[in-house]
């Protein structure tokens, strides 16, 4: 099998947990990060798909099976009165143009800022150092 480009997200979302309101103890449905920034560019900010597909640098039919399978646990999540946590995925945070490194001969190199606050460690997230193989859960 082929290995898993990490798809490329602009920002970690602000929120990262949805709790349904009155319903104790709620079960979980988990939507991954690469999911999430598929969904807000096709539905919230209404980029056609190959143009959404491009800036998550993945093909048109992949980026149709994320949005696909987003809207499938948002929708049982809703349904259901679960609670949907924002976490995982093979992903990496779009490099703002001003991390862009002159080196010497020429070649250019973007600095990597890392995972934001706590969010690194959590389901499927690769963080430095790790392969490019997605964890298996």
């Known amino acids: 099998m082929r290995p898993q480009k990490a798809r490329i997200i602009d920002e970690l979302p602000q929120w990262n947990r949805f709790t349904p309101d009155g319903r104790p103890a709620p079960e979980e449905t988990v939507l991954s990060l690469d999911m999430f920034e598929a969904l807000r560019l096709v539905d919230a900010l209404d980029l056609p ?3 959404a597909a491009r800036r998550m640098n993945i093909s048109a039919p992949t980026l149709c099976r994320l949005v696909g399978a987003a809207r499938k646990r948002v ?7 679960n609670v949907l946590v924002l976490e995982g995925g093979n992903i990496a945070l779009r490099q703002p143009d001003a991390l862009h490194i002159e080196m010497p001969g020429g070649r250019g190199n973007r600095m990597h800022t890392g995972q934001d606050k706590g969010m690194g460690q959590r389901r499927g997230m690769r963080g430095p150092g790790r392969g490019p193989h997605r964890r298996n859960e």
Not at 75 to 81: R, T, V
């Open 49 to 51: 798909m190959l143009d």
């Open 75 to 81: 929708a049982k999540a809703l349904c259901a009165g």
